[in-house]
């Protein structure tokens, strides 16, 4: 089992452009969830899904949008990124809360 | 004032020293405690998770829980190298809430 994978790892875009980071599962899990990483800010979440075809902001929903194409796949999308997006982000997927497990992340960096 | 506060260190201790990690938090409504390891550019993952007040030990592992206080902790004894790691800690109001809420992570490095 791969777990959670997130592709790509590394993406540097332009301030103005749109990008998708992918995520999927092979856990057939129900629940995942988007969350950036800053410096002496933890994990801070953007969306989340609670079952396939259901999806929910989180504490920092804007700017983002998500899609739940499957019960496998949950994508996170800058329409029109800003420096301000600048982060690493992970994926995670859980059957119970408070047992989430997380992709190796994408670390963005827009300039 | 953020949900859950934690120091974010750097915490720097020779090896064999036992670690103290906290975390305070102002939602008295929160039930499940728990903790994540980080590894350098790697996902968390769940190292153990506490229900409601109390102590929970998993080897050289110790989750401890004041609801009174609102004041968590992880002790970890004989600390190793490979125990160097950010340890972030997370709730939750409950198994169906479906959100976590993470403090800032403490940075821990044990020195050989």
């Known amino acids: 089992n791969a777990g959670v994978t997130q592709t790509p790892k590394f993406q540097v875009l332009k301030t103005g452009q749109s990008m998708t980071l992918q995520c999927a599962q092979d856990?057939?899990?129900?629940?995942m969830y988007w969350y950036r990483q800053d410096p002496g800010m933890g994990l801070r979440l953007i969306y989340y899904?609670?079952?396939?075809?259901?999806?929910d902001k989180g504490e920092v929903p804007n700017g983002y949008n998500v899609s739940r194409l499957n019960k496998r796949e949950f994508s996170l999308r800058l329409e029109s990124a800003a420096p301000s997006q600048t982060s690493v982000y992970f994926c995670?997927?859980?059957?119970?809360?408070?047992?989430?497990?997380f992709g190796p992340g994408t670390r963005l960096t827009v300039l | 004032q953020k949900e859950v506060e934690q120091d974010p260190g750097p915490l720097s201790v020779p090896e064999g020293a036992i670690v103290s990690l906290n975390c305070t938090y102002s939602?008295?409504?929160?039930?499940?405690f728990m903790w994540y390891r980080q590894y350098s550019r790697k996902g968390p993952e769940l190292l153990m998770y506490t229900y409601s007040s109390g102590n929970k030990e998993d080897g050289r592992f110790t989750a401890q829980v004041d609801k009174s206080s609102k004041y968590i902790s992880l002790f970890i004894r004989d600390s190793q190298p490979s125990d160097s790691a950010t340890y972030l800690c997370a709730m939750s109001e409950g198994v169906g809430a479906q959100k976590l809420v993470f403090g800032q992570g403490t940075r821990l490095t044990i020195n050989p």
């Open positions: 899904s609670a079952s396939e075809g259901t999806t």
């Open positions: 856990m057939n899990h129900n629940s």
């Open positions: 995670a997927s859980s059957l119970r809360t408070i047992s989430q497990f």
């Open positions: 939602n008295s409504a929160f039930q499940y």
